[in-house]
Structures are given as structure tokens and as C-alpha cells.
């Protein structure tokens, strides 16, 4: 076949066209992708990429090494720390167990095992220690004496505290006050009581007093000097309850109102809604509510109820606050007897029985056969303890409460029903505490 048919056959301007084509596109790659400086951006670019990200691997390591330096750190401070606090503990328990061991060694040498005995024993030592310096809590624990006394008994423990900051507060206003005026200085006693807790050791003191000996019914007067620790819904100072015809109680009904009864009659009546009311500086805010302070402020409470022949009629029965005359009903105190026996202070004494305990302290509780009037009244408040009743005329009771020490309560009335001190399920560490006032 001849050239000039193969090229009519297969085209041969098509197939220069297609060589053209390839030989372009070749260039064009050529230029695009093949140059020299083209690579070497591209491979320069991938260097810098690489050294960016060993910078901040190394950054990392560094940072890295240095937090864990620190952890290191930290945790060997930790184990002094640690040490130390040990070693703290250790002297603080070693003082606290040379302590028990005294006092358990003083336990062998009783003639008879009795808490009553070791209970007051550490407080006196510990309060010595303590001197007049309010202490806190912790403070407070470090003493060995406390410490002890807290494990023998939590509730006991926490009252003694609260108590003897409350005395080192007052003891030391009451010094600076006689220091002031150039006296002696005198100590006035009170007994505290625990009232309702949750762990059976209410405290309280059992007398033979019974209202109905000494016909109240015809003329009376209750005097008594109270500093409410807690204050809370029926809570009784001291009294005797048999049945709701007779009644001798001296309380709070709530933390708002009185509550003072004798006979069939409840007086249960807010301070503020008093004939007159008790002010403001007596009373703490709660809520809508005026309540007694619980900050260690003592209240001079007085019922009075006039004499009168029989029971025929109704008499006149008073509250008085603090010197002044606060409420006045007319009430017939009717009936008496029953077999509950002798009043009972720091609760009242229901078929005798503990009941309704207050947490409060009580000083010279004075009990009248006749009524006394507004200016005897006046006098005993102002007088506040220095006031004596023994020997008065028509006194059935007194208990000063001014022992300091023992488990007896004094009646220096020529009656002589002295108080014994009680505890709910025989728990003598649960005793009232003597403090000064």
C-alpha cells in the first residue's frame, strides 16, 4: 500500500493533532510541578513544619518535668506535714492518757466506784487550769482533763464548756464591777441543769416540798432567780404536777410565753401581750416572735397569790418580771391532795416521775405561806442575790443554791426539805453542775 493511501486510511492530520496535544500537556506538567525551586519550597515548608512541632514536643517535656518537680514537691512537704501532725497527736495523747491514768488510779483508791466523785474532780482541776480565760471548743479539748471527761461523757462535757465561758464572762464583768466600787468581792453559787436531751441524761434534784403541806392554796409567793439556757416549747424551772386540778409549776410553755401554774389555772401568756409588757431589752427577736434571752441574761420571776380565808371565792394571782408587775387574773385554787410526791427542780415532778426539764440555772428559790405585795417585790429584785430570806416570817422554802459543791440542795427554811440530786435512769455523770453566778 502506498503512503499516500495509509495516510488517506488512518487520518494523518488526526495524528499529529494528538502528538501536538501530548507534548503540551507534557510542558505545562513540566512548568507546574517539576521545577526546581518549586520542590524546595515544598520540601522547606515541611522542614519548618517538623521543627514547630519538635519545639512544642520539647516545650511539653519541659513543662511536664517541671510539674512533676512540684508534685514531687508538694507531696514531700505533705509527708512532713503529715509528720508533724502525728507527732502532735502523739504528745497530745500522751498527755491526754497520763491524765486518764491518773484519774483511773484515783478510781482504784474510792471506796467505792463512783463518777459522781471523778466528774467534779476534773472539772475543778480542769477549771483551774482553764482560769479565767474563755476558751474555744478546741481550745477547751486540749486541756487533758476535758479531753477525758468528753469521753466519759460527750453531753456533760459540752455543758461544762458552755458553762464555764458563760462564768468566766460573768465572774470577770462582776469583779471589775466590785474593783469599780471598792468592794470585797463576793462568789455567788448556782446549779445548772441539762434539761430534755436525747440521751437519757436529763439532771434534776428531788425535794420533799409539797404545796398542799403549807396551805398555798389560801396565800402565797414564788420568788426565784432564772437564766434560761435554751428555750423551747413546755419547759419547767421547777414544780409539781399530779393531776390538771393541781398544779405547781414554773416554766415556759413556748419559747414566747410564760407558763406558771397553780391549782386548775395555766397562765400561758407572750411577754409582749403581757398587761405589761416585758421590754425589748429583756427579750431577743425571732422571726415575729419576742423570746427570753439565752446569752446568760438571769430573770427575777415572783407569782404571787393574795390571801383569803377558804376557797369559796376567787383571788388575784400575779406575775412579776424582773421588779415589775406584768400580769393579773383573777383565779380560784380549789383543789389539793393527791399522793405525787415533793416538788422537783430543774423539770416538774409528774407522779413522781421526771417531766418537762428546762436547760437553765437556778438561784435562790424562795417560797412565801402569805402573798406579798409590789414593794417586796421591788426590794428582792434589787437587791438581786445579796437579798436573805432565812428567817423570814411565813417562809415554807428556800434553797439559796449557793453550795458550790456536793449533791445536796440546802432548804434553809425551818422545814428543812433539801434537794438530792437526780438523774434519769441513774446516770450520776448526768448530775447538775455547780458554777459561780
Known amino acids: 500500500m502506498s503512503l499516500e493511501l495509509l495516510k488517506e486510511r488512518f487520518g494523518h492530520s488526526g495524528v499529529i493533532k494528538e502528538a501536538d496535544n501530548r507534548e503540551k500537556l507534557h510542558e505545562k506538567f513540566n512548568v507546574q510541578f517539576n521545577t526546581k525551586s518549586d520542590f524546595k519550597s515544598i520540601k ?19 513543662e511536664t518535668s517541671e510539674l512533676t518537680n512540684e508534685v514531687i514537691t508538694l507531696k514531700k512537704d505533705k ?69 477525758y471527761l468528753f469521753q466519759i461523757n460527750q453531753s456533760i462535757a459540752k455543758k461544762v464548756f458552755k458553762d464555764t ?30 434539761g430534755n436531751t436525747d440521751d437519757a441524761s436529763e439532771s434534776y434534784a428531788t425535794t420533799d416540798f409539797n404545796p398542799d403541806t403549807y396551805n398555798l392554796n389560801l396565800g402565797c409567793t414564788v420568788s426565784y432567780w432564772v437564766r434560761p439556757d435554751e428555750v423551747g416549747n413546755t419547759m419547767f424551772a421547777f414544780g409539781r404536777y399530779h393531776s390538771n386540778n393541781e398544779r405547781f409549776v414554773f416554766g415556759i410553755n413556748r419559747k414566747r410565753q410564760a407558763y406558771m401554774s397553780i391549782g386548775q389555772n395555766q397562765l400561758k401568756k407572750s411577754w409582749v401581750n403581757m398587761d405589761t409588757p416585758v421590754e425589748e431589752s429583756l427579750l431577743v427577736q425571732d422571726g415575729s416572735y419576742w423570746n427570753l434571752k439565752t446569752d446568760g441574761t438571769w430573770y427575777h420571776f415572783v407569782v404571787t397569790y393574795d ?8 383571788a388575784d394571782r400575779k406575775l412579776y418580771v424582773n421588779g415589775v408587775l406584768r400580769q393579773t387574773d383573777n383565779i380560784n385554787w380549789e383543789h389539793t391532795g393527791g399522793g405525787t410526791g415533793g416538788m422537783y427542780f430543774g423539770a416538774r415532778n409528774v407522779s413522781n416521775a421526771y417531766n418537762n426539764g428546762w436547760a437553765c440555772a437556778l438561784s435562790e428559790v424562795a417560797i412565801y405561806d402569805t402573798a406579798k405585795d409590789a414593794t417586796w417585790v421591788s426590794s428582792v429584785y434589787t437587791s438581786d442575790t445579796k437579798g436573805d430570806h432565812t428567817g423570814a416570817n411565813n417562809l415554807v422554802g428556800y434553797w439559796k443554791f449557793n453550795e458550790g459543791s456536793g449533791t445536796t440542795i440546802t432548804d434553809h427554811s425551818v422545814n428543812g426539805n433539801h434537794g438530792t440530786f437526780g438523774a434519769i435512769s441513774g446516770n450520776t455523770t448526768a448530775y447538775p453542775i455547780w458554777g459561780e453566778r
Open 44 to 62: 522547606d515548608q515541611h522542614r519548618d513544619e517538623l521543627e514547630e512541632k519538635e519545639r512544642i514536643i520539647e516545650n511539653l517535656e519541659t
Open 79 to 147: 509527708a512532713v506535714l503529715l509528720n508533724e501532725l502525728k507527732e502532735s497527736r502523739w504528745m497530745e495523747d500522751k498527755v491526754h492518757l497520763t491524765a486518764k491514768k491518773l484519774y483511773e488510779d484515783k478510781i482504784k483508791t474510792m471506796s467505792y466506784v463512783d463518777s459522781t466523785e471523778l466528774i467534779p474532780l476534773l472539772i475543778s482541776v480542769s477549771r483551774k487550769k482553764q482560769g479565767n480565760v474563755r476558751l474555744s471548743w478546741d481550745k477547751w479539748l486540749k486541756i487533758s482533763e476535758n479531753k
Open 165 to 194: 465561758n458563760l462564768l468566766i464572762e460573768r465572774n470577770v464583768s462582776y469583779i471589775n464591777r466590785k474593783r469599780t466600787r471598792g468592794g470585797d468581792v463576793d462568789i455567788n453559787y448556782a446549779l445548772t441543769f441539762s
Open 307 to 314: 390571801d383569803r380565808a377558804d376557797t369559796s371565792s376567787g
